[in-house]
């Protein structure tokens, strides 16, 4: 296994300001850092694969879908838009030598309709995102489709959703990403949640029920260790946490709250909580 940080806690576009952040995770001694990929130009992050390098950290990549991007529209110049988007994501991620791009790729972030999205929406979003994967596999990545809980978006709130969409595109460069958090909201258990994505399950992000601080919530974290333990899952542990000072991501997760004492101390805590979990 391998430990990541995510940099939303501090924002959705990396800058100079930044690498600081990557100097104090390779310090800790965390493996990478999560970096939002979701805007931005493929050459903007050679300076960020720098910073990582510099660090001694590898890199994953996470990004998110507009309303503009949607690859479950019924509208085909939106899905054509989300292809073309989704591939220069790719190319971000590629630049930051990450393995995965993961995140809600397949449906935009509160997007509600009425009624709520149909199987046809997924097929749409599994026609799009099979063309990606063709593209990742290309670059050395896996796209990894997030579940978010029912407050954010309707196609995908679980494991079992997600893994729809992976069987429709029928391709090996596509899996499923668990969220705690999110799982904690919408799945019966852990276990339930990850053997649903059967050979699928391609990134792990530990989030806490409040987005806060690891083991301060309730989320059941041994019953998560133990259901990643049952599926023999090796890849990446990111802890993800969310605070009030990004502002329209604060407002998007709905966090109006700090539930941590600094990101200075989710950053050290963080690392030997996950490890202790996991065994490592």
Not at 41 to 67: H, I, M, N, Q
Not at 68 to 93: F, H, I, K, Q
Not at 118 to 131: I, T
Not at 235 to 249: K, P, Q, R, S
Request: aromatic share 6%; with cysteine; net charge negative.
């Amino acid at each position: 296994m391998k430990f990541g940080f995510s940099l939303l806690l501090w924002t959705v576009s990396i800058q100079p300001r930044h690498a600081p952040i990557f100097a104090r995770l390779g310090e800790i001694g965390y493996d990478g850092a999560e970096v939002p990929v979701g805007m931005g130009a493929p050459a903007d992050f050679d300076e960020v694969k720098r910073y990582a390098d510099d660090a001694g950290l590898s890199c994953t990549a996470c990004a998110l879908v507009t309303p503009d991007t949607d690859p479950s529209s019924a509208d085909a110049s939106v899905r054509r838009a989300a292809l073309d988007y989704l591939n220069s994501r790719v190319e971000c991620a590629a630049v930051l030598g990450s393995s995965v791009l993961v995140g809600p790729l397949y449906a935009a972030h509160k997007n509600f309709s009425e009624p709520p999205p149909s199987a046809d929406a997924r097929a749409r979003a599994a026609e799009v995102l099979v063309q990606v994967a063709e593209n990742a596999e290309a670059a050395g990545l896996t796209l990894c489709l997030e579940p978010l809980n029912r407050f954010e978006i309707q196609l995908v709130n679980t494991c079992e959703d997600a893994r729809r969409i992976v069987d429709l595109a029928d391709c090996s460069h596509l899996a499923v990403h668990y969220d705690s958090h999110h799982g904690h909201i919408e799945e019966q258990s852990h276990a339930s949640a990850l053997a649903a994505c059967g050979p699928h399950l391609g990134h792990v992000q530990l989030s806490e029920s409040h987005r806060g601080t690891l083991s301060s919530g309730q989320v059941d974290w041994p019953a998560l260790a133990q259901a990643l333990q049952a599926v023999e899952y090796d890849g990446w542990i990111v802890a993800e946490c969310f605070g009030t000072a990004v502002e329209h991501l604060s407002s998007a997760a709905c966090v109006h709250r700090n539930c941590f004492e600094s990101r200075d101390q989710l950053m050290q805590s963080s690392l030997p909580f996950m490890a202790d979990l996991l065994g490592c």
